[in-house]
């Protein structure tokens, strides 16, 4: 029996390309720090190092004590109090205009009423790459707030990132779930369906914004927006 539901933001409820999310990213991010009396090409070198290491990160420390020791390597002139300001501020401000990237998703609110209708659990299992202000921030493109869901993976709140199964083994635990008890749904091949089987979890891609990747030559059913409702209607009876 299906107890929790494990749901995946960026491509899966909310539309949008990974690449054009990521560009858009920079783009933002380096304009904003481009009027700061800090090194732009520095700054941006040292988020991505602080990314790869939470991506990297075998649990020992917080997601967000990662990112922020790796950035501050990378670029030492600036303390980690002036970086984690400046990334605040961005994810209350800026960081909206990655709308102008991301589609409508006229099911996202069905899809989760539903969803927390039929199962103990409805979790937002986002790769933790951010707080809690920029995940807030994507959600409200699709029409989703924050107390839809029982729980909501944030970089200052995990140890891993997927696709290392123990993102999924950790969440689990937290609410006593077996394998069983889960469905992930998602949309890229790897961080959500690999890692999950990683995990014993089952895993269903929906949405046009699959990640694929050949190598792994995994086999899956790929559904539409319009059918999800209707489909966690029957696996959840």
Do not use: W
């Not at 941006?44 to 990112?67: C, E, H, P, S, T």
């Not at 869901?149 to 891993?160: A, P, Q, R």
């Not at 889960?182 to 891609?205: H, M, P, Q, T």
């Amino acid at each position: 029996m299906i107890k929790a539901l494990f749901f995946d933001l960026d491509g899966t409820l909310l539309p949008i390309s990974e690449k054009e999310f990521a560009d858009r990213f920079i783009e933002l991010l380096y304009k904003k720090i481009k009027s700061l009396d800090v090194n732009p090409d520095k700054f941006i070198a040292g988020m991505q190092r602080g990314l790869f290491a939470m991506f990297k990160n075998d649990g020992q420390l917080r997601n967000d004590v990662v990112f922020y020791q790796a950035f501050n390597e990378k670029y030492p002139d600036i303390s980690i109090e002036m970086i984690n300001s400046i990334m605040n501020d961005f994810y209350e401000n800026e960081f909206y205009q990655l709308n102008d990237v991301a589609k409508e998703n006229k099911y996202a609110r069905e899809i989760i009423d539903t969803a927390r209708s039929l199962v103990q659990y409805v979790m937002l299992t986002t790769n933790p790459f951010f707080p809690i202000t920029a995940i807030r921030n994507r959600m409200k493109f699709i029409g989703l707030k924050e107390e839809d869901f029982d729980y909501i993976t944030t970089y200052d709140n995990s140890y891993y990132c997927k696709p290392n199964p123990l993102y999924f083994i950790k969440i689990m635990e937290m609410y006593h779930l077996s394998p069983e008890e889960v469905l992930v749904i998602g949309n890229n091949e790897r961080e959500d369906f690999y890692c999950a089987s990683k995990a014993g979890i089952r895993c269903i891609l929906i949405g046009n914004n699959i990640e694929k990747y050949p190598e792994l030559a995994v086999k899956y059913e790929n559904y539409d927006y319009q059918d999800v409702a209707n489909l966690l209607r029957r696996m959840c009876k």
